[in-house]
């Protein structure tokens, strides 16, 4: 039965008919010179070894490179059964059928071809008419070297068109690999959560009539927070970029929580045009605070960048309550594998996190990462 549906299968597959290309009928063109000029070679070396020195060398050249040269043009020919014969383990029938037709074809027309070519060269160059011999011993002779040639040309041809396949489904795979990494880098990296945005609105609300110009201020970091969010495409940026953000979204916790959050900053020079993955600085800071926010004492956020061999170092320190007790108001640290992910997308085994303590007994998240990308 599987046989049956198989053999069906085969015998609807439509035709596939050849395209000839400019470069790769050329390439063959020169190819089959070549090889007619190497044959008039072999051909005039048995004349002179048989004492035949009377007859002119050009002929010996004329009959092979005009044998190669209508071998070429029926290429074709060998081309479209190529392309239509299956494997003989996939349909035997249909194999047979394409070449058991093409076979013939190809032989006719090359012989065709072939004298069609001598007759008028010979007229042309004076040499009288062409004789082309007995038939029934020049046809079974130029037969059973067509069938050389047809096999040969064959083979090349299905092996070309596998390599093309699958060279081809190589760079789909690769496409599609990188289309996929790049959806999921959009999916892991911006990702602005809802109740910041109401957090966020509440703040400036309570603000908005006592200080206009604060008001002002927290309104445009708002939008420009927005903004990057929504309209960022590329996965990373330089730390001069994401240092800028990351002061927006802390100027919009600040007005949330006043004096009992602070922020210090410790940045090495030279490195504003080192790449970072967008938004991480956001991820690290929000995962200090949220994970603290139920916390009356006042919170420390240290953010340090610091140069290293061919590396550079991203570290987020907090006097918070660290790993080792989680925030009853919030669920796991999210982010952080999100952010974990994006690193491992974006370097592979190059970048690496590390959760640690600090000196008060906070989280410390620490990010190493290459040095080499600059803007």
């Given amino acids: 039965m599987g046989t049956l549906a198989s053999s069906s299968m085969t015998q609807a597959r439509p035709w596939r008919w050849p395209r000839i290309r400019l470069r790769p009928a050329l390439a063959t063109f020169a190819l089959c010179l070549v090889v007619g000029v190497s044959y008039g070679s072999a051909v005039r070396l048995d004349q002179l070894a048989n004492g035949l020195t009377s007859l002119p060398a050009s002929r010996a050249y004329l009959w092979e490179i005009t044998g190669a040269l209508s071998a070429w043009l029926a290429l074709p020919i060998i081309q479209f059964a190529a392309l239509n014969a ?128 604060r008001t002002d201020r927290l309104l445009s970091d708002l939008g420009q927070v927005l903004r990057a969010s929504l309209e960022r495409s590329e996965p990373t940026w330089t730390l001069a970029e994401e240092r800028a953000h990351a002061g927006r979204y802390i100027s919009l916790l600040s007005a949330r929580f006043g004096d009992r959050l602070s922020v210090r900053w410790s940045v090495d020079a030279g490195l504003e045009a080192v790449q970072v993955p967008c938004f991480a600085l956001q991820t690290l800071v929000e995962n200090a605070v949220k994970h603290n926010q139920d916390r009356r004492e006042a919170l420390e956020v240290r953010i340090r960048a610091r140069a290293g061999q061919g590396l550079w170092h991203l570290e987020v320190e907090d006097t918070g309550r660290g790993f080792g007790e989680d925030s009853p108001s919030v669920g796991p640290r999210v982010g952080l594998a999100h952010l974990e992910q994006v690193l491992s997308l974006l370097h592979g085994g190059q970048a690496r996190m590390e959760r640690g303590r600090g000196p008060e007994g906070g989280a410390r998240v620490s990010l190493t990462l290459p040095r080499g990308a600059t803007a």
């Fill in 86 to 213: 299956p494997s003989p383990r996939v349909g035997w029938l249909r194999f047979l059928a394409v070449h058991g037709l093409t076979f013939p074809l190809y032989s006719t027309v090359h012989i065709l071809l072939m004298l069609g070519m001598r007759h008028p060269l010979y007229a042309l160059l004076g040499w009288g008419e062409y004789e082309y011999g007995p038939l029934g011993f020049r046809l079974p002779m130029e037969v059973a070297k067509d069938v050389i040639a047809y096999s040969l040309g064959a083979t090349v041809i299905v092996l070309l068109a596998a390599w093309r396949e699958r060279h081809e489904r190589a760079l789909r795979a690769a496409e599609l690999e990188g289309e996929l990494r790049a959806a999921q880098l959009r999916a892991l990296t911006g990702q602005l959560h809802p109740h910041f945005l109401f957090n966020s609105l509440h703040a400036i609300s309570s603000v908005m009539y006592e200080d206009l110009a």
